[in-house]
């Protein structure tokens, strides 16, 4: 809060909310279960019937993980061009000024500093809500820029994915960030500096391809998606209906994929205990 | 020999030569005839090739009979060692590496084959490399520079295979740590676009010190089939994507994703493969022959540099 993000502006975005009688009342798509919305709100947007995992806006994660008064943005002020002149059913440029006007935000990536537990770290997080977390030039240089702060003040670096991959309409420049945020990735291993990699509901495409999946330590919330291609895409492919739970979180955990599954509540405190072993 | 719609006049007027050639021994009076034939193929060929658009050129980087990796291994390289397997599953046939010698010095080479068979293709699956063929790379790589052998590897691939295998053995993690290791690798590194350069199963093999490409190859983010069932719910939109994405080698280095474009013979690689070796060639040795004289550390530098450059943003 101190953060200056409230926690009512930081709730998931996309949630259905309804009037009941008097009260704002939202109903969990996991369970069924109808409850006041404030109920979701202070439970950090996890269902409080089922725990099912709604998403946290990068506002709330940040308020979630950081000591109050502690966070300070870099890099606000990047904006994304339209190298291509890429128009499907609407052209780039049209639509990155719809998803301003709608997010309140320039691109898909909110990137600074701050302290957790006292400790001096780098933060950055996806906005899904932008386009759908796209990784397009601006989000690419963010991601570098903070990977290159973390090793150039030798700090931890924390980085929250929530992105469908590479955005389509940069074409192969987008293609190129998963390049460039890896080689800065290595310039923070070389620093030794860790990384802490939370993947959250949906990692997949270019990003779950390039730093995501190479934290030092790679923590996932329950029942995430995370995986290179889409499920449409492989049932396509392969011409069969994929196991119940392929992709999720805990069959990433099962296959060695991640180090943890780690609930919304519990985040914190893992990433600062696992920091302390690391760096403390 | 495989042909293209569009190459379809040529190829039969160039059937029609060859039959004339054979039937006509010793008939007189034919041979006029013969060169009339040819000089029209010839202005045939120009015209056919001068203006292709976006969708040809995209077909060409795919053409059945284009070159792949083992034909430049074999017209280009000697004394070639393959080397197998990641150590930890399995050894995939879609990237094939090893050691062979470049004009005397021996030089690490990894690159996509998707295979000319019906039967090789499967084997190597078109050339869609599983979790293992990325590690096979990595392995290569660094055994490349701990050796200090320079590395040069050839983009041939619609994509990393999207299955379920792939999945289960980490294919995001593959490809993630591929471009991690080469992003620190102190040798040099140069990458060649062949053929299809499709996205992030592409790119694996693509953080390079200096990336070429040959004029009728590609370099995208997503196939343009792909991009037209995500955009316009139908993946036969495939051409009116091509056209946005903007994936020919000419738009790549507008981009300043590449460093060169190597011309290929009148027509595409296919149509004359000991001269698309000679050109593919001739580039490697003037750009290994500039990295060589750099330091270890300054070939680290530049490739970060180079990378790092990369985008577009206000
Ligand atoms: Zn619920």
Redesign the interface.
């Known amino acids: 809060m101190a953060n200056g993000f409230t926690r009512n502006k930081a709730s998931g975005d996309g949630v259905p909310k309804r009037t009941l009688g008097e009260g704002v009342f939202r109903r969990c798509d996991a369970c069924g279960v109808t409850a006041k919305a404030e109920e979701f709100v202070t439970n950090l947007e996890v269902c409080p019937a089922c725990g099912h995992h709604f998403r946290l806006s990068a506002e709330g994660w940040i308020d979630l993980l950081l000591d109050p008064g502690t966070w300070e943005e870099h890099d606000a002020g ?4 339209d ?2 002149g ?4 609407k052209p780039y440029a049209a639509r990155l000024v719809a998803s301003r006007k709608k997010t309140g935000v320039a691109d898909a990536f909110l990137s600074g500093a701050g302290a957790l537990n006292g400790k001096a770290v780098q933060l950055g997080a996806f906005m899904f809500r932008f386009m759908g977390g796209s990784m ?3 989000v ?2 963010k991601i ?1 820029r903070l990977f290159e702060r973390g090793a150039e003040r030798r700090e931890p670096v924390i980085l929250l994915s929530s992105s469908g991959g ?1 955005r ?1 309409q ?11 945020t ?6 923070l291993r070389e620093a030794g500096a860790p990384f802490i990699s939370v993947l959250l509901h949906p990692t997949t ?2 990003v ?7 934290g030092d330590v790679n923590l996932a919330e329950p029942n995430a998606l ?4 889409g499920p449409r ?2 049932e396509q ?2 011409r069969q209906t ?1 196991p119940e739970g ?2 999720r979180a805990e069959y990433l955990l099962e ?3 991640i180090d943890r599954i780690v609930p919304r509540r519990e985040m914190r405190a893992t990433i600062a205990r696992v920091l302390e072993h690391l760096v403390g | 020999m495989a042909h293209l719609e569009f190459e379809k006049p040529l190829v039969e007027l160039e059937a029609r030569i060859r039959e004339l050639k054979t039937a006509s021994q010793g008939v007189e009076g034919i041979d006029a005839e013969i060169a009339e034939l040819e000089a029209r193929a010839e202005r045939l060929q120009r015209e056919l090739y001068e203006d292709l658009g976006v969708w040809e050129k995209v077909q060409l980087s795919r053409h059945p009979d284009r070159p792949y990796f083992l034909d430049y291994l074999e017209a280009i390289f000697e004394d070639f060692v393959e080397l197998h397997g990641d150590r930890s599953f399995a050894d995939d046939p879609a990237i094939v590496a090893g050691f062979a010698t470049f004009e005397g010095r021996s030089v690490a080479v990894i690159g996509h084959q998707k295979g000319r068979t019906t039967k090789e293709k499967l084997k190597r699956n078109f050339g869609m490399a599983h979790p293992e063929g990325y590690r096979k790379a990595c392995r290569l790589m660094e055994l490349a520079d701990r050796f200090s052998r320079p590395v040069l590897t050839f983009i041939d691939t619609p994509g ?5 295998g ?8 593959a ?3 591929s ?2 290791v ?3 690798l102190r040798v040099p590194v140069i990458a060649t676009v062949i053929g299809e ?1 499709g ?2 199963g592409a ?1 694996a093999l ?2 390079a010190n200096r990336v070429l490409m040959l004029q009728y190859s590609t ?4 196939t343009p089939e ?2 037209a069932s ?3 719910r139908d993946g036969t939109m495939g051409p009116a994507a091509a056209e ?4 020919l080698a000419s ?2 280095k507008d ?1 300043g ?1 590449v460093d060169d474009v190597i011309e290929e013979p009148v027509g595409g690689a296919h149509r004359d493969r000991s001269l698309a070796a000679r050109n593919l060639a001739d580039r490697l040795r003037v750009h290994l022959a500039e990295l060589e004289a750099m330091s270890a550390e300054q070939r680290v530098e530049d ?2 540099a180079k ?2 450059a ?5």
């Open positions: 990047l904006h994304a061009v190298p291509l890429f128009v499907d059913s397009g030039s601006v690419g240089e570098a590479a389509m940069e074409g192969v420049l987008s293609l190129m960030q998963m390049a460039k890896v080689a800065a990735l290595g310039r495409g270019g779950a391809a390039s730093f995501a999946l190479l995370i995986g290179f291609a895409v492989i492919t392969i994929l392929f992709q296959h060695g994929m | 990393a295979y999207p299955g379920l792939a999945e289960e053995r980490g294919q995001s993690e490809i993630g740590h471009l991690l080469m992003a620190r350069g996205s992030g790119l693509g953080v370099y995208s983010v997503i792909g991009c995500i955009l316009w946005q994405l903007r994936m738009n790549a981009l994703v490739r970060y990378f790092r990369m985008g577009r943003i206000a």
